[in-house]
């Protein structure tokens, strides 16, 4: 029997990454809501390692299983470092879709001078039941392009360009995305851990 291995998220998106991320490893993937478990854990940490260790630490005492967070956003030199923690909560009205929040990043961009140098950052959390957890975080340096290109990924992905390829996030294929993202280095370093902890 495959160890089992908790996705701390119901974010679709996530879900659907992290699988792919996760797919050479020998373990069983468990989503939430395969648990009944529908919990929302307030993300009010003061850094990405916070609010992922948060999340990994309820998830996995909630299921009794080693469990997977991630924390990540989007930092901006131009905005001095915003929207960063709150990218994902980043907006002027409640209830704002991906496509209202990059529209207000652009907005709060107006009149600052491009190149707007930015990167991506993950932090990943892995914690088992007994609330011990290790961190593995991940980079990916680009800039942000005022006019959206590509209809893949999601979140800031089509305003978001890499240098090497000239493409933005949305722009890459699956594979690419999954080998060069911020969560996918974030991931690289985290499968030592995965390894160790789920003795795979």
Known sequence: MKPKLLLATNNQDKIEELRALL????LEIVLPASLGLDLDVEE???????????????????????????DSGLELAALGGAPGLYSARYSSKPGSTDADRR???????H??????????????A???????VRLAEGDC??????TERGSGGFGYDPIFLLSEPDKTMAELSSEEK????HRARAMEKAKPILIEVLHL
């Open 23 to 26: 797919a050479d490893l020998p």
């Open 44 to 70: 009010d940490g003061s850094t990405y390692a916070e609010n992922a260790a948060k999340k990994a630490v309820a998830f996995a005492a909630a299921s009794h299983l080693i469990s997977l967070a991630d």
């Open 103 to 109: 529209a207000y990043l652009l907005e709060n961009l």
């Open 111 to 124: 009149g600052k001078a491009p190149p707007w140098t930015a990167r991506f950052h993950a932090t990943l």
């Open 126 to 132: 892995i914690a088992g039941p007994d609330g011990i």
């Open 141 to 146: 340096p680009g800039e942000i392009v005022p």
């Open 178 to 181: 999954n080998r060069l993202s």
